[in-house]
């Protein structure tokens, strides 16, 4: 039944951009409490975009044509975005091959191809505990070491700066410049400082650089983030956003999306939370919503912390130093765009980067362990009535109520058919307006319960009535064996089965209710009330019955279909009551 739910729920994730690659993970998707996810591509596009240029006397270009204008100024421009990224410029396509997001970005920007006169002597690649990356190249025989990276790193090794027209000018105030960068990431707008040096013997030593720029690049916001976050949260589950921007950039984002909320919501650096004890961390957690400048081991600490504290805990991921956080949590959701490494160490891929699939996972997630119990309802149910007959009808006077060939006919109804119509039940939004469920949270709930003694009793007693009783016998025809009587209740026992069956598909009055978007369910039941009656009028010895007359067939059919009001009235009488109502 498992096996069952999990693959046909995978198939149909597959058409809403989720691949699962493990199947328990489905499931385990359906009861996260806390999701850590990244910003790029996730909560936004993932389309970043240089959207200008600032200098550092203030002057701002908006775009590439502007800096034309500025043949001596452009130069610096093209030497730290062009030779200083591992991204390349394809003409022909009119696209960025290779290189991380954010070099494709700059790259973009400029849509020129590296000269193959310009010859890389060194390359310190850019790593997320430095912020930075170097590169030294030689161009027209002289040797300028180029860096690119984040402002806190680069812009206090700066003296001096290019103006517009490529003169050096030195920098009179940092701190206007910080507080010009601050107001900018305040928009929710990341910076990355370029600059350069003539000093190339230190080739890792960022002292003493010139600036050449600070680059303004925008990432849109996804369109329907804010309704999917809130819906995150209604499902009870807390979203915490993991960033390599900065504290600013962080907090502006976070609180368009809809991430902060309260002036009790925390926001951590990287630099923070490694100052914190576990101790300490574990009682932020459940306030917290931001980790900014993040670092790779800062999320497998956080997935860690957050598991000692009893939490189902979701992880995305898309690099290959998120692999041991995606490893770690119960659930790992790497990015379709991310590393081979980070897939691997995954349980869904989430193909289109978009958090709205994340949410469609967990509605998944849910639906399946509803499923689980719909199935477990019916099943036990069944069982129940069954193994009470099957003991009691011997000591009222009938030995075999059902043959051993019947009993394989309906173990094929309540195992395997039942198991597939309840395995392609629809996923309802309303699920996702439920709180996550626990760890240790128990397969029966107590309307599970209810359920199955209840209307699994009353079909034992309908059962045992129809079998004794001298007045149900009066709407048979007599035989020596009770042959006919015998084939109604063969016919009767699957009949219950089968309105029993829409008696556990739903918790509502309505029992066709969204029943037309199961289509396998319909299938199912249909084919095995074909069969049944197929079974009475051409069964024969083998399974010992004999056709029924229309009068006998109507008359056991009126039966079986009395669980149906029985189970209404258990349905509103536990409404009426406020009880666990539902699965």
Same mark, same amino acid.
């Given at each position: 039944? +498992? %096996?069952? $739910?999990?693959?046909? #729920?995978? &198939?149909?994730? !597959? ?7 493990? =199947? ?7 009861s996260l ?21 600032k ?14 204008k ?6 610096h421009?093209v ?24 070099d ?11 000269s ?12 997320s505990?430095?912020?930075?990356? +170097? %590169?030294? $190249?030689?161009?027209? #025989?002289? &040797?300028?070491? !180029? ?7 680069? =812009? ?7 103006d ?17 960068i ?5 928009k ?7 600059a350069?040096?003539e ?9 003493s ?19 999917t976050?809130d ?24 609180k ?9 919501? +925390? ?72 590393s ?16 709205l ?15 689980i ?11 129940l009535?069954a ?23 309906i ?23 439920e709180?996550p ?6 397969i029966?709930?107590s309307?599970?319960l ?41 016919g ?52 010992r ?6 009068n ?20 509103i ?11």
């Amino acid at each position: 039944m +498992i %096996t069952l $739910i999990l693959s046909s #729920n995978m &198939k149909r994730m !597959l058409k809403n951009n989720v691949l699962v690659r493990k =199947l328990v993970g489905i499931e385990t998707a359906g009861s996260l409490n806390i999701l850590f996810t990244d910003k790029t591509g996730t909560i936004t596009k993932g389309n970043l975009e240089v959207i200008g240029i600032k200098l550092g006397n203030g002057i701002e270009f908006n775009n590439i044509i502007e800096l034309n204008k500025y043949a001596n100024y452009k130069e610096h421009i093209v030497n730290g975005i062009l030779y200083n990224s591992d991204s390349t410029y394809d003409i022909k396509e009119n696209k960025v091959i290779g290189g991380n997001i954010t070099d494709k970005s700059l790259t973009y920007y400029l849509k020129m191809q590296k000269s193959s006169e310009v010859y890389e002597e060194y390359k310190l690649p850019f790593n997320s505990k430095n912020k930075y990356s +170097i %590169t030294i $190249i030689n161009k027209n #025989n002289k &040797k300028i070491k !180029l860096v690119k990276g984040a402002y806190e790193k680069i =812009l206090n090794s700066c003296d001096t700066y290019f103006d517009e027209y490529g003169n050096k000018k030195l920098i009179k105030s940092k701190d206007k410049i910080i507080r010009e960068i601050d107001n900018i990431n305040k928009k929710g707008i990341r910076t990355i400082l370029i600059a350069e040096s003539e000093n190339t013997i230190n080739k890792d030593d960022i002292k003493s650089l010139t600036l050449v720029a600070i680059i303004l690049i925008k990432d849109e916001i996804r369109d329907e983030i804010n309704n999917t976050l809130d819906l995150v949260d209604k499902a009870g589950i807390q979203t915490v956003m993991i960033t390599g921007d900065n504290y600013n950039t962080a907090y502006s984002i976070a609180k368009e999306v809809g991430i902060i909320k309260n002036s009790d919501d +925390i926001i951590l650096t990287s630099k923070e939370l490694s100052n914190m004890t576990d101790d300490e961390v574990k009682k932020i957690i459940p306030r917290l919503k931001v980790v900014a400048r993040s670092l790779p081991h800062d999320k497998s600490r956080l997935v860690r912390l957050a598991q000692e504290l009893n939490l189902v805990v979701g992880m995305t991921g898309d690099g290959v130093n998120d692999a041991p956080a995606l490893k770690k949590a119960d659930v790992g959701f790497a990015m379709g765009t991310g590393s081979e490494v980070a897939k691997e160490s995954s349980d869904i891929v989430i193909l289109d980067n978009n958090f709205l699939s994340i949410t469609k996972a967990i509605l998944y997630g849910r639906n399946i362990f509803k499923s689980i119990r719909k199935f477990v309802i019916f099943q036990l149910t069944v069982n129940l009535c069954a193994v009470s007959v099957s003991i009691i009808a011997p000591f009222i006077g009938v030995p075999y109520p059902v043959t051993v060939i019947q009993m394989l006919w309906i173990n094929m109804v309540m195992d395997t058919l039942a198991g597939l119509a309840f395995s392609y039940e629809v996923p309802k939004k309303e699920y996702m307006y439920e709180p996550p469920k626990k760890k240790d949270e128990n397969i029966i709930n107590s309307y599970m319960l209810n359920e199955i003694l209840i209307t699994g009793l009353y079909s034992s007693l309908l059962c045992l009535f129809f079998l004794k009783s001298s007045f149900v016998k009066t709407f048979f025809r007599y035989s020596p064996n009770d042959t006919y009587l015998l084939t109604a209740f063969f016919g009767l026992f699957i009949f219950i089965s089968i309105f029993n069956s829409f008696n556990a598909r739903t918790h509502r009055l309505n029992l066709f209710s969204s029943i037309y978007k199961n289509k396998v369910f319909i299938i199912v039941i249909l084919f095995i009330a074909f069969v049944q009656i197929y079974l009475i009028y051409y069964g024969g010895d083998i399974f010992r019955t004999r056709g029924l007359t229309l009068n006998e067939f109507i008359f056991m059919i009126i039966c079986a279909s009395t669980v149906i009001p029985f189970d209404f009235i258990r349905k509103i009488y536990l409404k009426s009551k406020n009880k666990n109502y539902g699965v």
